[in-house]
């Protein structure tokens, strides 16, 4: 069997958390408490944790669905096409939706998520991503609000996955 690598530390959860609570100073000013924070499963659910709660101790208190969706599977490039495992629990009709996401790389997922909500008839789409890798090439959307921009390595750590594994690390490492 192949020798995992060592995760690097790129970001220590302190300035993980210290991200957070900036982007929840900047997104509850322009949130409301009918917002509808949409997190892709399943990287990022720790984010979402962690924003919401963030949001909260602002006195925001959004609303709360999810969109399951993958495009990796258990490979370090996307297969180019996102495969839907999961709807919105509830309409978003007329909503704000806030996706929310862990990283931000080809884009097709954000993208997607954006497309699904819209199709629900979403009145405001917001896009929020915890970090954004580089890409030679514009991606549409970009995310309204961007934590870190990450330089181009394989993430792991916060939600960001190796094969299912590693998501769990508080800090955000490269895997390469
Ligand atoms: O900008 P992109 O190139 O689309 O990449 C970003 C997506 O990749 C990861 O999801 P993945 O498909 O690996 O599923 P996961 O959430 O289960 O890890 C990550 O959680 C993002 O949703
Ligand atoms: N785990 C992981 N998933 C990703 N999906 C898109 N980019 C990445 C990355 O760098 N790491």
Redesign the pocket.
Known sequence: MADTPTPIVLLPESEVARIVADLAARIAPVTDDETVAAVLLT?GLWFAADLTRALSRLGRNVRFDALWLAS?GDEKE?RGRIDVYAPFQRPVAGKTVLILDD?F?TGLSLAEAVRIAKEGGAARVLTCVFAR?PWPLPRAPEPDFVGWDAPNR???GYG???AGALRGLPDICALD
Do not use: E, M, N, P
């Open positions: 990287g990796y996307s990283v790389d890798k394989f993430l792991v960001l996955d190796h």
